[in-house]
């Protein structure tokens, strides 16, 4: 989410519920309709990000302008419409979960290479940090909890090319939610890194 490039596009963002019946590829909340999200979160590239700078961005009110450090040899420039929601200080030195294999995008200008996940209420009017947890290292991957003891394979993830193809993040994002503790998840299956799930304050909400 928070990758908005006109206010029409911020408006259907926060319109997006955590209780949808269906996704963008015209899945349901069937069992089949998870098998398919599932499938295609393993192919995102969520990544633990830490926000090394932020700015205001002189033309959009709505954004921010960030340097995110997602542990690659320099830190991602990032756009996000968060001011409404967060304060600049709020904003400086804090962890984020950064989606990072789409393709780069210009933003009042400004050249975004991925965007941050955050929950988002029901109404729209409550946004907040999808947050990975303490001990959880920048630049690792966020990934699919085992399920009965069985690891969820870990395939690499796709191409931004191949994301924007194959609609992977339509897919996966259709079926991500918070649940009522908070704990990220994807089609009832939670966000995990090394150091445990990923969280968000808003409860039972949509994940953008």
Same mark, same amino acid.
Not at 131 to 148: K, T
Not at 171 to 181: C, E, F, I, K, N
């Given at each position: 989410m928070l990758r908005w490039s006109s206010a029409k596009r911020w408006q259907a963002r926060t319109r997006c519920s955590a209780r949808r019946s269906c996704s963008s590829d015209g899945s349901d909340g069937s069992d089949g309709g998870d098998a398919k999200a599932l499938a295609a979160f393993s192919q995102v590239d969520v990544r633990v990000g830490f926000i090394q700078r932020a700015w205001e961005h002189e033309e959009a009110d709505r954004l921010y302008c960030e340097e995110i450090d997602c542990g690659e040899d320099a830190p991602r420039e990032i756009a996000s419409g968060l001011r409404a929601h967060y304060g600049l200080a709020e904003m400086q030195g804090r962890r984020c979960l950064l989606l990072a294999n789409i *393709?780069?995008?210009k933003l009042a200008g400004f050249p975004s290479k991925g965007m941050v996940l955050c929950a988002v209420s029901d109404c729209g009017t409550e946004v907040e940090f +999808?947050?990975?947890?303490?001990?959880?290292? #920048?630049?690792?991957? #966020? +990934?699919?909890?085992? /399920?009965?003891? +069985?690891?969820? &394979?870990?395939?690499?993830?796709?191409?931004?090319?191949? &994301? *924007? *193809?194959? *609609?992977?993040?339509? #897919?996966?994002?259709?079926?991500?939610?918070?649940?009522?503790?908070?704990?990220? &998840?994807? /089609?009832?299956v939670r966000l995990v890194t090394s150091a445990g799930p990923c969280t968000s304050g808003i409860l039972n909400a949509a994940i953008c």
């Open positions: *393709k780069p995008a +999808v947050e990975p947890p303490l001990g959880a290292e #920048v630049g690792e991957r #966020v +990934v699919l909890e085992e /399920a009965q003891g +069985v690891p969820c &394979m870990l395939e690499p993830p796709a191409s931004a090319g191949q &994301m *924007k *193809k194959h *609609k992977h993040w339509n #897919v996966a994002q259709a079926h991500l939610a918070t649940d009522g503790s908070g704990i990220a &998840m994807c /089609a009832g």
